[in-house]
């Protein structure tokens, strides 16, 4: 039987996995202790957790365990890449190159370090969302340091082409730090394979909690140093001080698990999902997808709906589907999408968007409904629109 609202907004969070929960529950109950209180059993029993989920984060993404930072999130672990490479490289230069496409925690970030003295290059994108490389390699300078170029993008799910990004940076001996939130258990991510220096990555977006998050930073060719961000009692090899959220840690741990185990299975379903979704909708007309269709994640749909608005096709669903016109972290704002704007789109067509982001737990039943919803809210809004 069909439960409403039907959420299709998994880009914005995930429901958590009960076997994640399953996992975290003794964390909080029984094996409450402090992972770095070294001197009795119940630290050791929160210590030997931590070490396990390092091992699982580590596993998902191909480092090894030591190089996995433990956060509060993707956005803390952001401004740590961001801002920690800025100041430990300050010697060697002090410009960073991004995309105008990146999420906000970038683009803060970046504008931080602008107000400290740092320069910044923003790349933009071509009308599918990609990057041109050629244009990257000529924005490096003798003083770049950074590349920060986001692997999966949050609104459209345009995958950039990461090797051959890090085999740009590798040539001209430049790091690379990747955003890497919307990737990491979705599709095959490997540090190693893929050049990548640093990497931030989440636990909610792939059915573990919220509140906690990871860092990768490499520890040979070449060795990545940082300057903390926090400081404190020198957790988290001194890159990261403070009291480690152990049952958060061990149910990232049991997600990345899960996700190593089930992606291909979750990949071949939720694309099949997506695809029924995105054909049935653009039989509508003037209707069109946002971003490069070939490299984009696979449970990701982003659809302009020419005389429409988003707002108004969100309240059309009497909050029985629940998708986002961007990301979550500014659906508070009416300005229309960076990202889109980015691609090319007026503010008429930004606003006339819809994200839909599925999940493990997305069922066929709610797919034949949301497109009978959209379609007859799409319908219902031309039909009364005076922009038509």
Same mark, same amino acid.
């Given at each position: 039987?069909?439960?409403?609202?039907?959420?299709?907004?998994?880009?914005?969070?995930?429901?958590?996995?009960?076997?994640?929960?399953?996992?975290?529950?003794?964390?909080?109950?029984?094996?409450?202790?402090?992972?770095?209180?070294?001197?009795?059993?119940?630290?050791?029993?929160?210590?030997?957790?931590?070490?396990?989920?390092?091992? &699982?984060?580590?596993?998902?993404?191909?480092?090894?365990?030591?190089?996995?930072?433990?956060?509060?999130?993707?956005?803390?672990?952001?401004?740590?890449?961001?801002?920690?490479?800025?100041?430990?490289?300050?010697?060697?230069?002090?410009?960073?190159?991004?995309?105008?496409?990146?999420?906000?925690?970038?683009?803060?970030?970046?504008?931080?370090?602008?107000?400290?003295?740092?320069?910044?290059?923003?790349?933009?994108?071509?009308?599918?969302?990609?990057?041109?490389?050629?244009?990257?390699?000529?924005?490096?300078?003798?003083?770049?340091?950074?590349?920060?170029?986001?692997?999966?993008?949050?609104?459209?799910?345009?995958? &950039?082409?990461?090797?051959?990004?890090?085999?740009?940076?590798?040539?001209?001996?430049?790091?690379?730090?990747?955003?890497?939130?919307?990737?990491?258990?979705?599709?095959?991510?490997?540090?190693?394979?893929?050049?990548?220096?640093?990497?931030?990555?989440?636990?909610?977006?792939?059915?573990?909690?919220?509140?906690?998050?990871?860092?990768?930073?490499?520890?040979?060719?070449?060795?990545?140093?940082?300057?903390?961000?926090?400081?404190?009692?020198?957790?988290?090899?001194?890159?990261?001080?403070?009291?480690?959220?152990?049952?958060?840690?061990?149910?990232?741990?049991?997600?990345?698990?899960?996700?190593?185990?089930?992606?291909?299975?979750?990949?071949?379903?939720?694309?099949?999902?997506?695809?029924?979704?995105?054909?049935?909708?653009?039989?509508?007309?003037?209707?069109?997808?946002?971003?490069?269709?070939?490299?984009?994640?696979?449970?990701?749909?982003?659809?302009?709906?020419?005389?429409?608005?988003? &707002?108004?096709?969100?309240?059309?669903?009497?909050?029985?589907?629940?998708?986002?016109?961007?990301?979550?972290?500014?659906?508070?704002?009416?300005?229309?999408?960076?990202?889109? &704007?980015?691609?090319?789109?007026?503010?008429?067509?930004?606003?006339?968007?819809?994200?839909?982001?599925?999940?493990?737990?997305?069922?066929?039943?709610?797919?034949?409904?949301?497109?009978?919803?959209?379609?007859?809210?799409?319908?219902?809004?031309?039909?009364?629109?005076?922009?038509?």
């Amino acid at each position: 039987m069909l439960k409403l609202p039907v959420y299709l907004d998994n880009n914005a969070t995930t429901p958590m996995d009960p076997r994640v929960l399953e996992e975290m529950t003794p964390y909080f109950l029984e094996h409450f202790g402090n992972a770095a209180s070294h001197s009795h059993s119940f630290g050791w029993a929160a210590e030997e957790a931590v070490d396990y989920a390092r091992e &699982q984060v580590a596993q998902l993404v191909g480092a090894e365990p030591k190089e996995i930072i433990f956060t509060s999130g993707s956005t803390e672990s952001d401004n740590l890449a961001l801002k920690g490479v800025f100041e430990m490289y300050a010697t060697k230069g002090n410009h960073i190159i991004t995309v105008t496409t990146e999420h906000k925690a970038i683009l803060d970030s970046c504008n931080h370090i602008e107000k400290l003295g740092g320069k910044v290059t923003y790349l933009d994108v071509k009308k599918n969302g990609l990057i041109d490389l050629k244009e990257l390699e000529n924005a490096i300078s003798p003083s770049t340091i950074l590349f920060s170029i986001m692997h999966a993008n949050n609104e459209t799910g345009v995958i &950039q082409p990461i090797k051959k990004i890090s085999a740009i940076a590798k040539k001209h001996g430049i790091l690379f730090f990747t955003d890497a939130t919307q990737a990491v258990g979705k599709i095959p991510v490997n540090v190693g394979n893929d050049g990548i220096d640093l990497m931030s990555f989440s636990a909610h977006k792939i059915y573990g909690p919220k509140g906690v998050g990871a860092l990768y930073v490499r520890r040979k060719n070449p060795r990545v140093k940082l300057t903390a961000q926090i400081d404190g009692g020198g957790h988290e090899r001194n890159m990261r001080s403070g009291t480690l959220n152990v049952p958060g840690i061990v149910g990232f741990g049991k997600a990345c698990e899960l996700c190593l185990i089930e992606m291909k299975k979750d990949i071949d379903r939720i694309k099949h999902l997506r695809d029924k979704l995105e054909a049935e909708l653009l039989k509508l007309d003037e209707t069109s997808v946002n971003g490069d269709t070939h490299h984009r994640l696979p449970n990701v749909t982003n659809i302009s709906f020419k005389y429409t608005d988003s &707002q108004g096709l969100m309240l059309g669903f009497n909050k029985n589907i629940a998708v986002s016109s961007g990301s979550a972290c500014t659906s508070a704002t009416t300005e229309p999408s960076h990202v889109l &704007q980015a691609l090319g789109l007026d503010d008429n067509m930004a606003h006339a968007s819809l994200r839909f982001s599925l999940g493990r737990f997305t069922t066929e039943e709610e797919i034949d409904y949301a497109i009978d919803q959209v379609r007859a809210s799409v319908l219902k809004m031309r039909k009364t629109s005076v922009i038509s």
